[in-house]
């Protein structure tokens, strides 16, 4: 169909209504002035240079990190058209990550490709970029505090990546120093950069076998708290005005065993926490203490136990109520059943078998992982979210090995059954596709019928018409045949079954039951009732438009947690592409607030909801 024509002054209208719930319905956070700056803190809250409470309203703006050395978007759009449209949406901060191979590799050049909608920037460095970036950034009053995201260059981060430690094999504790001060001299006279994130999303390595430990010991490589005392007093001897923003333990979630023991910045009234928190993180938690305990009274561990029960107890009764079923079943009337399993069946057989398999497997690993991870968390540093990881790996493996296997046995199973070859007692010739032949049934029946007659058992031989002798098949077989057919069939429900009870389970794992449960999971872990520094939340966001229920619960209760507790908030991402480095072209981002043109808002009420938590309560 040929698409309607529209005229540009409709076109321009429909871009003003698609930015409305960003720009008219709710609150802008104000923009900061240079007389409002340093800034520092008071109690939870961040004030400004006379005292009074401001309120970082923030987006990340990501790219600096990865392997293109720069912001993404400048292939779309040019920088000052990024940086008006973000004042314009509403937005007064920016939280920029940056890698360690930023400062450590000067002279790298960003590819072009990266910077086609800003020509007079081809040929330059990363960090001359950056530079750039930073100044758009500052120059329209937007305050800009930094995040050191990880060490080489790229898209961070898992269980196993080495970016969880400020220290690692890339770069060591002194080089994450001195980037660290590098980037606070160069920035020391401009107001509007505010400080420092020292690291994102901080966990242990168990495959490095690193292990986070707070306050424990005065080890810059394995001990949070030191490490941020050293980094501190040294960008301190070079920038005293910067906030240090100090990444909670397990992901940055966990601040239990920080807020008690704070770390000495040789500056009073600077340090922010930050925690990071998305619709995935840490569900399994969720459910165990809020969803098991709370309602069921049982544990994983139970759940498992009852699981298991259960899987036992059905199988026993089916066995029971296929072996009473099968008894009654006229002998001279199997062959009109077709239980056994045609080609097609075999298939579905086979997928339905692994796939119920894995689910098995799966569940099991929760159960360990959830164990582990409550360990971890006591720990803080929550290394053996690995094990969970590791199980689930197990189960995908089993799954695959179980499903060429039973492939493979059904399909030697059928072979046996279609070629006569199984399923006849040594004693009989007669073999099992005579009896899917409804002529040889038949015969056999007048045959037997005129045994009968004769006084003579069917179950014993005779000559036939022209004197042949004619075989019968023994009815005790073809019993066991049916009883055992018919029982794994019935076992392959029950697996049918467990797999819907974990698909259930899993959904409700991803689904934020309440927000009483969601609010008691985030007040604990980041321990709010303290009041001895603010909390500033430096990653969440959501991929829908409250489409899907998990998402949709997740970002009601997000948002609103956010503002029952008037919390400063940098959502995950401005972007509307990121690099790909492996296609070497950019891609979709399914969290970011701008479409892939960069300029359309992609998720207005995304936009709108986080704008109106700027409202003054």
């Not at 501190?232 to 065993?257: E, H, M, Q, T």
């Not at 001279?332 to 045609?342: G, I, Q």
């Amino acid at each position: 169909m040929k698409a309607a024509y529209i005229p540009k002054w409709g076109l321009l209208l429909a871009t003003l209504i698609n930015l409305l719930p960003a720009t008219v319905v709710a609150n802008r956070a104000p923009l900061l002035l240079n007389s409002q700056l340093p800034l520092e803190t008071s109690g939870r809250d961040i004030v400004d240079a006379q005292g009074e409470v401001v309120k970082l309203a923030c987006v990340n703006w990501y790219g600096a990190h990865m392997e293109t050395f720069t912001v993404n978007g400048l292939h779309k759009r040019t920088l000052q058209e990024i940086v008006d449209h973000i004042a314009a949406t509403g937005f007064n901060c920016i939280r920029m990550p940056f890698a360690l191979d930023l400062t450590f590799k000067p002279d790298y050049v960003v590819p072009t490709v990266a910077l086609t909608a800003n020509p007079e920037m081809i040929g330059k460095t990363g960090l001359e970029i950056f530079h750039l970036t930073m100044k758009a950034l500052t120059d329209a009053s937007i305050v800009v505090f930094l995040n050191n995201h990880n060490s080489v260059a790229a898209w961070c981060c898992n269980i196993d990546s080495e970016d969880g430690l400020w220290s690692n094999s890339a770069y060591d504790a002194e080089q994450w120093i001195e980037s660290l001060v590098y980037l606070a001299d160069y920035y020391k006279d401009d107001k509007h950069v505010i400080g420092m994130d020292l690291r994102n999303e901080i966990h242990d390595v168990k495959q490095a076998d690193r292990y986070i430990t707070w306050g424990e010991s005065e080890d810059i490589d394995n001990d949070w708290k030191y490490a941020t005392e050293v980094a501190s007093a040294a960008i301190y001897d070079v920038n005293p005005d910067w906030l240090i923003i100090v990444s909670g333990l397990c992901f940055s979630f966990d601040l239990r065993k920080m807020v008690d023991d704070l770390p000495d910045l040789k500056q009073v009234n600077k340090l922010v926490w930050t925690t990071h928190y998305y619709s995935f993180s840490r569900w399994w938690q969720k459910m165990e203490n809020q969803v098991l305990i709370r309602h069921l009274d049982m544990t994983w561990i139970d759940l498992q136990g009852v699981t298991i029960k259960w899987i036992i107890g059905s199988s026993f009764a089916l066995f029971i109520l296929t072996f009473a079923l099968s008894a009654r079943v006229k002998f001279n009337k199997l062959p009109a059943f077709n239980f056994y399993p045609k080609e097609p069946k075999v298939t579905v057989a086979a997928i339905t078998f692994s796939l119920t398999i894995y689910c098995v497997f799966l569940i099991v690993g929760l159960d360990i992982g959830s164990q582990a991870v409550r360990e971890g968390y006591d720990k803080g540093g929550c290394a053996t979210m690995a094990i969970e990881a590791d199980i689930m790996d197990v189960g995908r493996k089993c799954a695959i090995a179980l499903a060429v296997i039973s492939s493979l046995i059904h399909v030697v199973f059928q072979y046996m059954i279609q070629t006569g070859k199984s399923f006849r007692r040594d004693d009989h010739d007669i073999k099992f596709d005579d009896y899917n032949s409804s002529k040889e049934v038949e015969m056999q029946r007048l045959s037997n019928e005129g045994l009968e007659k004769d006084g003579r058992r069917s179950s014993n031989s005779s000559d036939g018409g022209n004197g042949a002798n004619v075989q019968v098949a023994n009815k005790q077989c073809m019993f066991c045949d049916f009883l055992v057919f018919t029982f794994i069939h019935n076992v392959f429900i029950i697996l049918i079954l467990i797999l819907a009870v974990a698909i259930f389970i899993n959904h409700m794992a991803n689904k934020t039951e309440t927000y009483d449960m969601f609010h008691d999971e985030l007040y604990g872990k980041w321990v709010l009732g303290n009041h001895n520094a603010p909390v500033l939340v430096g990653e969440f966001g959501t991929g829908s438009d409250g489409v899907y229920s998990g998402e949709t619960d997740y970002w009601y209760a997000m948002t609103r947690f956010l503002k029952e507790y008037d919390l400063n908030y940098a959502y995950w991402p401005w972007n509307g592409e990121r690099w790909n480095n492996s296609t070497l072209s950019f891609q979709n981002e399914g969290y970011g607030l701008v479409d892939t043109d960069w300029e359309t808002i992609r998720r207005p009420k995304i936009v709108s909801d986080l704008i109106s938590l700027n409202d003054e309560l």
